[in-house]
């Protein structure tokens, strides 16, 4: 069975790219290339479906929204 989940994608301030899965706590990972990063983030998501996998069916996803605060 396929399944489909929003992944997170940013760059720190080392280089590295993390991804995450708003759909699945505490799934993430990080990878100093993309395609090493996808291959991982879907290892993950895999892992986290077999501990966690009560029947999560992930929000749908709208967009994301860059919002900037004055401190």
Known sequence: MK??????????SEGF??????GL???HTQARS????LDRIKEA?????EVEDTG???PEFIGL????VEV
Request: net charge negative; glycine share 2%; charged share 25%.
């Open 56 to 58: 999560i069916t992930p």
């Open 34 to 37: 993309l395609d090493k990063l």
């Open 45 to 49: 998501i895999e892992l986290c479906l």
């Open 25 to 27: 706590h505490g799934c």
């Open 17 to 22: 790219y993390v991804a995450s899965v708003p």
């Open 3 to 12: 399944r489909e989940f929003s992944v997170v994608i940013e760059r720190d």
């Open 65 to 68: 929204q860059r919002v900037v």
